[in-house]
Structures are given as C-alpha cells and as structure tokens.
C-alpha cells in the first residue's frame, strides 16, 4: 500500500528555506571576498531617502534621515567601521555611491557622495553645481548605495 505524500507545514519550509538561504549568502560572501548592503536610492522633497534594499549580506538594519539641503544620514544598528576606511577587527570598508556623476542638462552637472562619518553613521550628499540639492537621489537614473566589508 502506497503512503501518503508528506505535507511540509510552512514552519519547517521557512526553516528549510532561512538555512539554505544564509548558507548560500555565506557561500557567496567566501567566493567574492566580502559581504554587502546594497540599495536603490530615491528621495523626495525634505523627506528622508528611502531604499529598496537588493542586497544585504551584512544583516544591516539601517534607517534613513533628512539632515539639511541635499544631505542625509544613513544609520546602521551595529557598529561598522572605526575609520573611514577600517572595521575595528581590521577589515577594509569600503562606501559607494552609483553613480556619483550625472549630467543633469538643465543644470549643467550633478554629484553624489557617500561616506562615512563614524562608527554606523555615513553620510549622503546630492549636488548640482556644487549646491546642496534635494530631490537627486534617483531622479535621473538609479541612485546604487553600497557599502562592502571584506573578509580578512
């Protein structure tokens, strides 16, 4: 007599899923050599940036803040970096912002920065002709933030 086909309760597939998940994102951060938060960026009026995250290897729960004309926050949960450059245990970060040179024809030209301030704060700036400007960050194209860690 045949026996009746398993049934996988949701709790056990979430389990199933959750482990193969973090073992492939573990895979993939040997393979490349780092882990990553990756998001799109897109900000309107004096409204904090928002982010579609694509990518986030490093488990970063992170916020966004509006801070001044053209200028926004980005917090972290957990400490990141000791120096701009450098995580306390000695591991390079590094702090990108895609792309960080458009020609806006209107006004000539725009920029993006992205760097970090201290410990889980980085700091994102908008430009056009060197002016603190809001309502970039994805306006003209896709705004990429990505911040890596590399493995030791």
Do not use: H
């Not at 897109?42 to 970063?60: F, R």
């Not at 410990?119 to 994805?138: E, K, P």
């Amino acid at each position: 007599m045949a026996q009746p086909p398993t049934i996988y309760k949701p709790g056990k597939l979430n389990y199933v899923w959750n482990y193969l998940s973090s073992t492939l994102d573990a895979f993939k951060a040997k393979l490349l050599g780092y882990k990553t938060y990756k998001a799109f960026l897109t900000q309107t009026g004096t409204d904090a940036p928002v982010a579609a995250v694509v990518e986030n290897t490093l488990g970063l729960s992170v916020s966004y803040e509006y801070d001044d004309l053209g200028t926004y926050f980005l917090y972290t949960n957990n400490l990141i970096f000791v120096s701009p450059t450098e995580t306390e245990d000695g591991r390079k970060v590094e702090v990108t912002i895609t792309p960080n040179y458009t020609v806006d024809l209107a006004a000539f030209d725009t920029q993006f920065f992205a760097y970090p301030i201290f410990f889980n704060v980085i700091t994102l700036n908008s430009w056009t002709s060197l002016t603190g400007t809001n309502n970039l960050l994805g306006s003209f194209c896709s705004t990429i933030l990505e911040i890596r860690v590399y493995n030791k």
